[in-house]
C-alpha cells in the first residue's frame, strides 16, 4: 500500500478563521506582528522542532536573528542569511521527519515577518502542520488535521489579541496575494 502524502501546510487562506487572524493582523503595527509571530514561534513551534532535533540551533538562531534585527544589533543581511542558510536549510534536510520539518519553517517564518510581514501566514500554515503532525502523528484524517489547523488559528488569533494595540496608529498595509 503506497504511503499517504503529507501536505507540508495545513489551513486554509479562505477559512473563516483565516481571514479573522489576516483582519487582526492588518490592525497592528510591524512592530508588534513582528514580535508576536517570533514570540509564537519560540513559545509553541520552536519546542516541537528541538524536541525532534534536540542537537539543531538553526531555527532557535534564526529567531534570535531576527530578534537581534529587531533590536539594532545586526543587519537585514545577516538575519537573512540565517534563515536561507541555516534554518530553511534545516527543513530542506528533513524530508525524513515532516514533524521537525514542518516546525523549522515555520521557525523560518516567522523570522522572515522582520522582511515580509505576509511571512506571518506561513509561520500559521507551517506552524499548524508541525502542531498537528506532532500531537496526533502522520496517519490522521484530513478532518483531523484541519480541525487542529482550526485550533491553531485561534490560538495564534487569540496570542495576537493579548498583545494587540488597541486603536494602533500605525496600522500596517498588507497586500495579502491570495
Known amino acids: 500500500m503506497a504511503k499517504k502524502k503529507l501536505r507540508k501546510m495545513l489551513g486554509d487562506v479562505n477559512a473563516p478563521c483565516t481571514v479573522a487572524l489576516m483582519r487582526l493582523i492588518d490592525t497592528q503595527s510591524k512592530r508588534t506582528i513582528r514580535n508576536w509571530c517570533i514570540d509564537y514561534a519560540e513559545a509553541k513551534i520552536l519546542p516541537i522542532f528541538e524536541k525532534h532535533c534536540p542537537d539543531d540551533p538553526r531555527p532557535r538562531n534564526a529567531l534570535q536573528a ?51 510581514l505576509t511571512h506571518s501566514l506561513g509561520l500559521y500554515f507551517y506552524g499548524a502542520a508541525a502542531i498537528a503532525y506532532d500531537r496526533v502523528g502522520l496517519d490522521e484524517s484530513a478532518e483531523v488535521y484541519n480541525q487542529i489547523a482550526e485550533e491553531v488559528c485561534a490560538d495564534m488569533t487569540a496570542a495576537l489579541r493579548a498583545v494587540a494595540v488597541e486603536d494602533e496608529p500605525n496600522p500596517v498595509k498588507i497586500n495579502w496575494n491570495c
Do not use: M, W
Open 66 to 116: 531576527a530578534r537581534d534585527y529587531l533590536d539594532g544589533k545586526v543587519k537585514f543581511p545577516v538575519v537573512k542569511n540565517i534563515i536561507l542558510n541555516e534554518c530553511h536549510a534545516a527543513a530542506r534536510e528533513l524530508d525524513a521527519n515532516p514533524v521537525a520539518q514542518a516546525a523549522a519553517r515555520a521557525c523560518g517564518q516567522a523570522s522572515a515577518v522582520v522582511h515580509t
